[in-house]
């Protein structure tokens, strides 16, 4: 090998861990910056119209007397 090819080697060597680099710190940046964002939860269609603490209607395979009635609760 001749001193060109190391020093053409090498400046690719740098390139592309620099590129890496860069990559690697955009990606951790957005990541955190999505995981900063408040949770936007949509409520399903049909729900709607269900206000906060009604009782609702559910099926259960195994019926147990002991248990509470299901309410609804939106967060």
Same mark, same amino acid.
């Given at each position: 090998?001749?001193?060109?090819?190391?020093?053409?080697?090498?400046i690719g060597f740098a390139l592309t861990a620099g590129a890496a680099f860069a990559?690697?710190?955009?990606?951790? /940046?957005? /990541?955190?910056?999505?995981?900063?964002?408040?949770?936007?939860?949509?409520?399903?269609? $049909?729900?709607? $119209?269900? $206000?906060?603490? /009604?009782? !609702? !209607?559910?099926?259960?395979?195994?019926?147990? *007397?002991? $248990? *509470?009635? /299901? !309410?609804?609760?939106?967060?």
């Open positions: 090998m001749n001193d060109m090819t190391i020093f053409i080697f090498g990559f690697m710190w955009k990606s951790m /940046t957005y /990541t955190f910056e999505t995981m900063n964002k408040p949770i936007k939860r949509t409520v399903h269609p $049909e729900m709607s $119209e269900v $206000e906060n603490g /009604t009782e !609702l !209607l559910v099926f259960k395979a195994e019926d147990d *007397d002991d $248990e *509470d009635d /299901t !309410l609804i609760v939106r967060k």
